[in-house]
T-cell receptor, first 110, second 112 residues
Framework: NAGVTQTPKFRVLKTGQSMTLLCAQDMNHEYMYWYRQDPGMGLRLIHYSVGEGTTAKGEVPDGYNVSRLKKQNFLLGLESAAPSQTSVYFC?????????FGAGTRLSVL | GENVEQHPSTLSVQEGDSAVIKCTYSDSASNYFPWYKQELGKGPQLIIDIRSNVGEKKDQRIAVTLNKTAKHFSLHITETQPEDSAVYFCAASINSNYQLIWGAGTKLIIKP
């Protein structure tokens, strides 16, 4: 039982490049979330999903897209990366509000 | 919308002493208040939570209190140990999807 697995762990992008962050959970949770964490700002919700095939916007969705084609996977896409998207990204899944987090992806956009 | 403020941003206590971290929230409809601990290089981990129908909850050395009238809640850690050193986040939620609004975090340092 691996919990929540995020890939990759680190990535450096140039401005304008695109990439996809993958999140996989093996706990059969319905809810999944993507957060970004910046110094002094806590965690901010980017997008979330309440079940397979559904997605919804969080607090800071601009510049990101997501997909939940399979219940266990939640993908976060950056179509055209900007330096403001330099951050640590966390995926989480939940059952009745108890969030299980992945180890994070550290992304730098130069 | 909901706003959660957390204080202090850094807290340094002697090993064995108690630590208290406080959070205030703005939306009186909030009904779920979890606390997460984040160790270096890891994702946050739930350590305790409280719902609005309860005033206090305790789990060994950790306790959380909730004052709905004043709209604030606090994390209390007694008999602190080196492994308590971490960043602690409070959060609040107002809807059934448990979309959490997070405080900015408190870095807790336990001095030997």
């Amino acid at each position: 039982n691996a919990g929540v697995t995020q890939t990759p762990k680190f990535r450096v992008l140039k401005t304008g490049q695109s990439m996809t962050l993958l999140c996989a959970q093996d706990m059969n949770h319905e809810y999944m979330y993507w957060y970004r964490q910046d110094p002094g700002m806590g965690l901010r919700l980017i997008h979330y999903s309440v079940g397979e095939g559904t997605t919804a916007k969080g607090e800071v969705p601009d510049g990101y897209n997501v997909s939940r084609l399979k219940k266990q996977n939640f993908l976060l896409g950056l179509e055209s990366a900007a330096p403001s998207q330099t951050s640590v990204y966390f995926c989480a899944s939940s059952l009745q509000g108890f969030l299980h987090f992945g180890a994070g992806t550290r992304l730098s956009v130069l | 919308g909901e706003n959660v403020e957390q204080h202090p941003s850094t807290l340094s206590v002697q090993e064995g002493d108690s630590a208290v971290i406080k959070c205030t929230y703005s939306d009186s409809a909030s009904n779920y208040f979890p606390w997460y601990k984040q160790e270096l290089g890891k994702g946050p981990q739930l350590i305790i939570d409280i719902r609005s129908n309860v005033g206090e909850k305790k789990d060994q050395r950790i306790a959380v209190t909730l004052n709905k009238t004043a709209k604030h809640f606090s994390l209390h850690i007694t008999e602190t140990q080196p492994e308590d050193s971490a960043v602690y986040f409070c959060a609040a939620s107002i809807n059934s999807n448990y979309q959490l609004i997070w405080g900015a975090g408190t870095k807790l340092i336990i001095k030997p």
